[in-house]
Each structure stands twice: as structure tokens, then as C-alpha cells.
């Protein structure tokens, strides 16, 4: 096993392409985190008296109303208009203090990881990439009488990946620190911190998020071997997602009905409620804003048990690749 | 066992033994039915036409296809995938498979570490194969930007790799000039004297003949002769005889007639005959020829050459038939 993930370390340290989706992930997640910053940072534009004014007299109309009832109700909605606009303005200031905390050091690396699903489809790009590789050139033919056990020369990618994704973790945890220090360096406006992080939480949000990723690149594992190819996965991944969450909000598993609560049993369904009820938890702004106040799951199951649900699908996935790369016939 | 030729001429232990070895594909039956043994060292050649059954046969062997019925074993060991043996086995199956992003040593390098090679092993083992097959030149090259020759040479080393008990080569000088097809070649018998088995499976039958002691022909999935190469091509051995004067063949022919009804005559033109008798008569009929004051200008030893031996076992399947066809 060792000497074939020191193999693996010789096979993929000059992969240019696993280089440039872990330097694409990276940056988008910058991209997405700076972006995120910019609109939570730039206040609403504030109407001038004299444009509120304006707009209402283009867009008022009084009938047989004299002139100084004109002025009069003119000078109401003037008045009204930016009154609202001041209330908008408190609200948004009040709300900023929390908002921006999504940038301080405590919350940046959960910020980041919440800010889109760059290293969850970057595991899977690198998933199906190592596995497909092998079909695509036909060395599986060379590795697998090199290394002779199929299940050890399996077990071995899923660590390799498992590590890949593990430091993809780290990569951009650090970049959430790095960006929220760049962020204090340059004097950016930021509040002062007052959600603490719940650590021991946030290190389960963390963990989740692992899992989730892990049975990602289970799946893509899984399909790559099945389908001896690295291309089509990426797309039936994105399938399969989009079927999940269809699937989920069908009726029939509304409550009430015959099938109240069976999608829970579903991978992203269980993925979203162990995320999001981990992330309350831990205090993580972005996750909370990112989920917003509709679609409540019905969590009818503990938390472990969702965790269980989604190992679950993870270990489904490992045993369909492994069975699959033990029975089949190497044909490339 | 219809149709197959189990050698057992062999001495020592054979490295691969195959029995009853079956594979279909759907419906297709790409290997019906072979008992075949392999014996240490020498190089044993495979033949057969296309869809003869070869790489089938070949890629069980490697373990990477598992066989319907049957059983293969290596060293005494049984294969199938994933067996443990397989670590001892070098290939290099239809196109090479190499890591077109690495270089030739790192390529190298993987499959060393894969075959738990140390690193002090690997420092020695990898420029020695590089230069073994002529890359050594190029050792920090990608594979990726190598010519089809210098991939089907990397393959090589990496089949010849960590000093393999077995190698399997599907058509090892595809894509190689000349040079290289010598270089090839001589690599392969130097390797088969240092006592590595190995199968050479090969469409250029002159290749076939100048390297392999032993030699199997397949046709439909199954074995149609197999053993020492001089024994299949001693198939349909005879004696060539040629006289100065039509009428010496003539007196010959009766003569042989009389004498010795268990040989076979045919008149090659004439003032020429060929005697379906064995190598070791040669001098009973000279002897015999002399003594009626009948004396050949040349007796000599007609053997057919592979091709012919190919041929005969092969030509009314399908593949080989259309080949003649439109040649």
C-alpha cells in the first residue's frame, strides 16, 4: 500500500491539470469571497432630496388637486420617500455588523468554504480525473499487474484522493485566513466581532463538509470505473444532483403524505440539513445567510444519523467501484 | 481438449499452465478450450491469425480478463486478477501504456515503486533498463512528446522492469524502424538467455522463426499445434532429390515405388522428387539410390516455413481467407 501511494506521489506531483483545478478552485474561491465582500461592504445608493423630488413629480399625478395641495402632498412623499430611505439605511448599517463579521478571522475560513462548492467539484474533477486517466491511456492495464492486488491498487486512489481533498480543505481554510489578514492589512472596513465561533461545531461543519465532498468523490469514483471513462461523470454527476433535489421536493413526500420524510434518505438532501443545522450551530454566518429562512427541512432524524446516512452513501459508492474494479475485465 | 496439443516435452516445472481455459464475450467465444504449458525460459511464440484468440489468451494471462471456465496458473500459482503473482509478470499488450505527463524515468519510476522496488534498486535498475532499450538519452523526456518507437522501447523497459520471471509481448516492434526491430529483437533474446520466459505473440513470422524455441498457433479459440518450433515446422518435412537426366527421376521413382511404399512420392518437374521421409533417411536413400548406380546431383531437406505451416493451419479462417483474397 505504501509503495503504491508513493507511486501515486511520483504520478500526480507533475499533473499539470490537477494543478490547474486546485489553482482554479483557489481562485474562484477568492474570487467568490472578495465579491461577497464588495456587496456586503458597498452601502445601497442614497437618493439626493432633489432626485427623490424629481422622480415624484415625473411619476405623481394629482387631479384637480391646486397648487399648493401639489406642493403639499409633494413635499409628503419627498419627505416619506427618504424617511424610509434613512430607516433603510439604519437597518442595513445594524445589519452590516454582522454581516461583515463574515470577513474577520473567526468566521473567514467558514466563509470561504460557504461562499460556493469549489472544493466539492474540485474533488470530483480530480476523482474522475486519477481514476480516468488510467482508461484513457491504458496504463490500468501496466498498474494493475504492477500492482498486482486490485482492491490495494483501489484503496490506494481512494487515499490519494482522500488526501488531495483533505488538502484542498487546508488550501482553503488558509486562503480564508490569508484574504480576511489581506482584508485587516489594507485597513478594509470590517466590524468588530461579536458572533463567536463555536469551534467544536465549526470543526463538525468542517467534517461535513469532508464527508460530503468524500461521497462526491466516491460517486465520481464509482462512475469513472463503471463507465472506464473520466468525461462522462462530470456530466451525470451534475445529473444526478439535479434529480436528487427534483426528487426531493416532490409531494408525495410532503408531510402527511404516504412518503412524508423518505428523502431523507437522499444524499444531498442529508448532505444540505447536516450542513446547515451545523452551521447554526457553529455560528457561520455565511452558511446561515446562504440557506435563508425557507425550504426548513423536516429533519425528522438526528444529526449523526444524517451524518450515518451520508457515510453511508459514501461506503455505497467505495463498494460499487470496488466490486467493479475486481470483477472487471480490463478490455483498453 | 478437441483440437488443442498439450506440449509435454517439457522438463522442468512449466512457468504457465493453462487448462480447459475458456473466455466468451457475449456471444462470441474469444478462447475455447485451451490446455497449454509453457516452459521455463526461451522465448514461446503465439501465432494466429486476427480473432484467432491470441490477445485474449494473453491479456488472461496478464490477469486482466477473467477467464468463463478453466484455470491459468503461473509459477504454480493460480492467476486471476489481482493475484499475487502477478507482480512477477512484465507486459506490454497492443499499444504502450505510459504516463504521457512523465518523464522516461519517472514513468519508469512508477512502476519500480509499484512493484516495491527500493529507491537504491530503482537508482540502479532504471538508467540500466532506460539504456537497455536506447532511450537513455532522453531519459528526462515526457513520453508524451515520444515518437510511436521510442514509446513502444519505453514499454519495453517497463515491461523488462525489476527482472519480471515472465514477459508477455503483444507485438513488441509495432511502430519501430528496422534498427529498432533488430535492437528489439536482440534485447529479446538476451533477456530469454538470462532466463526470463517469454511469450511473444507477433504477426511477422519471420520474428517468429528467428527468435522463439517453442511456438503455439491458435485458430477459433483454440490451440491447432503447439511445441518445439522444429517439430511444427517438422511437419511435412521431406527430401528433396534432384538427377542430371529426366530419366534418372523416372528409374528413382520406380525404384522407390518398389522399395519403399511407405514414402510417399511426388515428382518435382522433371528430373525431381520429393520423398515424404524424414530427415534422418537421407542417407538410406542415397544408399538405396546408389546401389541401382542412381546418383542425385542434390539431395537435400525441404522444411516449410512457418508461414506455410501458418497457413495451412489457418488459411480456411475467416480473417486469414479475406487476407488471401485480396492479396
Given at each position: 500500500m505504501k509503495a503504491l501511494l508513493q507511486a501515486d506521489w511520483i504520478r500526480y506531483r507533475r499533473r499539470l491539470d490537477l494543478w490547474v483545478i486546485v489553482i482554479g478552485m483557489l481562485l474562484f474561491s477568492t474570487i467568490g469571497f472578495l465579491s461577497g465582500y464588495h456587496r456586503d461592504v458597498t452601502d445601497p445608493e442614497q437618493m439626493t432630496e432633489a432626485q427623490v423630488r424629481q422622480m415624484v413629480v415625473d411619476t405623481s399625478f394629482f387631479e384637480g388637486a391646486t397648487q399648493e395641495e401639489i406642493d403639499a402632498q409633494t413635499?409628503?412623499?419627498?419627505?416619506d420617500w427618504l424617511d424610509s430611505q434613512e430607516q433603510d439605511r439604519i437597518r442595513w448599517d445594524e445589519e452590516q455588523k454582522t454581516t461583515l463579521q463574515q470577513y474577520d478571522l473567526a468566521q473567514a475560513p467558514l466563509t470561504i468554504l460557504g461562499s460556493g462548492f469549489g472544493?466539492?467539484?474540485?474533488?470530483?474533477?480530480?476523482?474522475?480525473?486519477?481514476?480516468?486517466?488510467?482508461?484513457?491511456?491504458?496504463?490500468?492495464?501496466?498498474?494493475?499487474?504492477?500492482?498486482?492486488?486490485?482492491?490495494?491498487?483501489?484503496?490506494a486512489r481512494l487515499v490519494t484522493i482522500g488526501t488531495i481533498t483533505a488538502g484542498l480543505f487546508a488550501l482553503v481554510i488558509a486562503l480564508g485566513w490569508l484574504l480576511s489578514l489581506g482584508l485587516h492589512a489594507v485597513g478594509a472596513e470590517l466590524a468588530p466581532p461579536t458572533?463567536?465561533?463555536?469551534?467544536?461545531?465549526?470543526?463538525?461543519?468542517?467534517?461535513?463538509?469532508?464527508?460530503?465532498?468524500?461521497?462526491?468523490?466516491?460517486?465520481?469514483?464509482?462512475?469513472?470505473?463503471?463507465?472506464?471513462?473520466?468525461?462522462?461523470?462530470?456530466?451525470?454527476?451534475?445529473?444526478?444532483?439535479f434529480v436528487e433535489l427534483f426528487l426531493a421536493n416532490l409531494p408525495i413526500f410532503a408531510p402527511r403524505e404516504p412518503l412524508a420524510g423518505f428523502q431523507q434518505v437522499f444524499l444531498t438532501y442529508e448532505v444540505q440539513r447536516l450542513v446547515r443545522t451545523l452551521a447554526e450551530s457553529s455560528n457561520a454566518i455565511a452558511f446561515r445567510q446562504g440557506f435563508g429562512e425557507n425550504g426548513e427541512p423536516l429533519g425528522l432524524l438526528p444529526l449523526w444519523a444524517a451524518a450515518a446516512i451520508v457515510a453511508a452513501w459514501l461506503g455505497l459508492f467505495v463498494a460499487i467501484a470496488d466490486r467493479r474494479v475486481r470483477r472487471m475485465d480490463i478490455v483498453e | 481438449m478437441e483440437g488443442a496439443t498439450i506440449d509435454r516435452t517439457v522438463a522442468s516445472a512449466p512457468v504457465v499452465e493453462m487448462r480447459g481455459l475458456v473466455k466468451h464475450f457475449a456471444e462470441a467465444r474469444a478462447v475455447d478450450g485451451i490446455d497449454l504449458d509453457i516452459p521455463a525460459g526461451g522465448v514461446y511464440g503465439l501465432l494466429g491469425p486476427n480473432g484467432a484468440g491470441k490477445t485474449t489468451t494473453i491479456r488472461i494471462l496478464a490477469g486482466l480478463l477473467w477467464p468463463t471456465r478453466g484455470a491459468v496458473r503461473v509459477l504454480g500459482e493460480p492467476v486471476e486478477p489481482g493475484a499475487r503473482v502477478l507482480g512477477r509478470v512484465g507486459c506490454l499488450i497492443e499499444r504502450p501504456a505510459l504516463y504521457p505527463w512523465l518523464s522516461a524515468t519517472d514513468n519508469l519510476r512508477v512502476f519500480a515503486t509499484m512493484r516495491g522496488m527500493s529507491p537504491a534498486e530503482q537508482a540502479r535498475a532504471v538508467p540500466a533498463a532506460l539504456d537497455r532499450?536506447?532511450?537513455?538519452?532522453?531519459?528526462?523526456?515526457?513520453?508524451?512528446?515520444?515518437?510511436?518507437?521510442?514509446?513502444?522501447?519505453?514499454?519495453?523497459?517497463?515491461?523488462?522492469?525489476?527482472?519480471?520471471?515472465?514477459?508477455?509481448?503483444?507485438?513488441?516492434?509495432?511502430?519501430?524502424?528496422?534498427?529498432?526491430?533488430?535492437?528489439?529483437?536482440?534485447?529479446?533474446?538476451a533477456?530469454?538467455?538470462?532466463?526470463?520466459?517469454?511469450?511473444?505473440?507477433?504477426?511477422?513470422?519471420?520474428?517468429?522463426?528467428?527468435?522463439?524455441?517453442?511456438?503455439?498457433?491458435?485458430?477459433?479459440?483454440?490451440?491447432?499445434?503447439?511445441?518445439?518450433?522444429?517439430?511444427?515446422?517438422?511437419?511435412?518435412?521431406?527430401?528433396?532429390?534432384?538427377?542430371?537426366?529426366?530419366?534418372?527421376?523416372?528409374?528413382?521413382?520406380?525404384?522407390?515405388?518398389?522399395?519403399?511404399?511407405?514414402?510417399?512420392?511426388?515428382?518435382?518437374?522433371?528430373a525431381a522428387l520429393l520423398v515424404e521421409a524424414a530427415a534422418t533417411d537421407a542417407s538410406g536413400l542415397n544408399r538405396l539410390l546408389g546401389e541401382a548406380s542412381i546418383f542425385p546431383a542434390e539431395l537435400g531437406i525441404r522444411r516449410p516455413s512457418l508461414e506455410d505451416v501458418f497457413r495451412e493451419l489457418t488459411l480456411d479462417q475467416p480473417d486469414v481467407a479475406a487476407a488471401e483474397l485480396a492479396s
Amino acid at each position: 500500500m505504501k509503495a503504491l501511494l508513493q507511486a501515486d506521489w511520483i504520478r500526480y506531483r507533475r499533473r499539470l491539470d490537477l494543478w490547474v483545478i486546485v489553482i482554479g478552485m483557489l481562485l474562484f474561491s477568492t474570487i467568490g469571497f472578495l465579491s461577497g465582500y464588495h456587496r456586503d461592504v458597498t452601502d445601497p445608493e442614497q437618493m439626493t432630496e432633489a432626485q427623490v423630488r424629481q422622480m415624484v413629480v415625473d411619476t405623481s399625478f394629482f387631479e384637480g388637486a391646486t397648487q399648493e395641495e401639489i406642493d403639499a402632498q409633494t413635499e409628503q412623499l419627498v419627505h416619506d420617500w427618504l424617511d424610509s430611505q434613512e430607516q433603510d439605511r439604519i437597518r442595513w448599517d445594524e445589519e452590516q455588523k454582522t454581516t461583515l463579521q463574515q470577513y474577520d478571522l473567526a468566521q473567514a475560513p467558514l466563509t470561504i468554504l460557504g461562499s460556493g462548492f469549489g472544493p466539492l467539484i474540485a474533488a470530483f474533477l480530480i476523482a474522475t480525473l486519477i481514476v480516468g486517466d488510467e482508461f484513457r491511456h491504458g496504463t490500468i492495464r501496466t498498474a494493475l499487474l504492477a500492482a498486482s492486488h486490485r482492491r490495494r491498487f483501489l484503496a490506494a486512489r481512494l487515499v490519494t484522493i482522500g488526501t488531495i481533498t483533505a488538502g484542498l480543505f487546508a488550501l482553503v481554510i488558509a486562503l480564508g485566513w490569508l484574504l480576511s489578514l489581506g482584508l485587516h492589512a489594507v485597513g478594509a472596513e470590517l466590524a468588530p466581532p461579536t458572533e463567536l465561533v463555536d469551534a467544536g461545531a465549526a470543526f463538525g461543519l468542517v467534517g461535513a463538509e469532508v464527508l460530503a465532498v468524500l461521497a462526491a468523490v466516491g460517486l465520481g469514483v464509482a462512475m469513472t470505473v463503471l463507465l472506464r471513462s473520466g468525461a462522462f461523470p462530470l456530466l451525470l454527476g451534475i445529473v444526478y444532483a439535479f434529480v436528487e433535489l427534483f426528487l426531493a421536493n416532490l409531494p408525495i413526500f410532503a408531510p402527511r403524505e404516504p412518503l412524508a420524510g423518505f428523502q431523507q434518505v437522499f444524499l444531498t438532501y442529508e448532505v444540505q440539513r447536516l450542513v446547515r443545522t451545523l452551521a447554526e450551530s457553529s455560528n457561520a454566518i455565511a452558511f446561515r445567510q446562504g440557506f435563508g429562512e425557507n425550504g426548513e427541512p423536516l429533519g425528522l432524524l438526528p444529526l449523526w444519523a444524517a451524518a450515518a446516512i451520508v457515510a453511508a452513501w459514501l461506503g455505497l459508492f467505495v463498494a460499487i467501484a470496488d466490486r467493479r474494479v475486481r470483477r472487471m475485465d480490463i478490455v483498453e | 481438449m478437441e483440437g488443442a496439443t498439450i506440449d509435454r516435452t517439457v522438463a522442468s516445472a512449466p512457468v504457465v499452465e493453462m487448462r480447459g481455459l475458456v473466455k466468451h464475450f457475449a456471444e462470441a467465444r474469444a478462447v475455447d478450450g485451451i490446455d497449454l504449458d509453457i516452459p521455463a525460459g526461451g522465448v514461446y511464440g503465439l501465432l494466429g491469425p486476427n480473432g484467432a484468440g491470441k490477445t485474449t489468451t494473453i491479456r488472461i494471462l496478464a490477469g486482466l480478463l477473467w477467464p468463463t471456465r478453466g484455470a491459468v496458473r503461473v509459477l504454480g500459482e493460480p492467476v486471476e486478477p489481482g493475484a499475487r503473482v502477478l507482480g512477477r509478470v512484465g507486459c506490454l499488450i497492443e499499444r504502450p501504456a505510459l504516463y504521457p505527463w512523465l518523464s522516461a524515468t519517472d514513468n519508469l519510476r512508477v512502476f519500480a515503486t509499484m512493484r516495491g522496488m527500493s529507491p537504491a534498486e530503482q537508482a540502479r535498475a532504471v538508467p540500466a533498463a532506460l539504456d537497455r532499450v536506447g532511450l537513455a538519452a532522453v531519459a528526462r523526456r515526457k513520453a508524451g512528446g515520444f515518437s510511436t518507437g521510442m514509446r513502444q522501447r519505453l514499454a519495453l523497459a517497463v515491461a523488462f522492469l525489476g527482472g519480471p520471471v515472465l514477459v508477455i509481448l503483444d507485438e513488441p516492434t509495432n511502430g519501430l524502424d528496422p534498427n529498432g526491430v533488430v535492437d528489439v529483437r536482440r534485447l529479446i533474446k538476451a533477456l530469454a538467455g538470462e532466463g526470463t520466459t517469454i511469450i511473444l505473440s507477433s504477426h511477422v513470422l519471420p520474428e517468429v522463426e528467428q527468435l522463439c524455441d517453442r511456438i503455439a498457433i491458435m485458430r477459433d479459440g483454440r490451440i491447432a499445434a503447439a511445441g518445439p518450433a522444429r517439430d511444427v515446422l517438422g511437419t511435412g518435412e521431406r527430401l528433396f532429390v534432384r538427377f542430371d537426366a529426366p530419366a534418372q527421376a523416372a528409374a528413382a521413382y520406380r525404384l522407390l515405388g518398389e522399395r519403399r511404399p511407405s514414402w510417399p512420392l511426388e515428382r518435382a518437374g522433371d528430373a525431381a522428387l520429393l520423398v515424404e521421409a524424414a530427415a534422418t533417411d537421407a542417407s538410406g536413400l542415397n544408399r538405396l539410390l546408389g546401389e541401382a548406380s542412381i546418383f542425385p546431383a542434390e539431395l537435400g531437406i525441404r522444411r516449410p516455413s512457418l508461414e506455410d505451416v501458418f497457413r495451412e493451419l489457418t488459411l480456411d479462417q475467416p480473417d486469414v481467407a479475406a487476407a488471401e483474397l485480396a492479396s
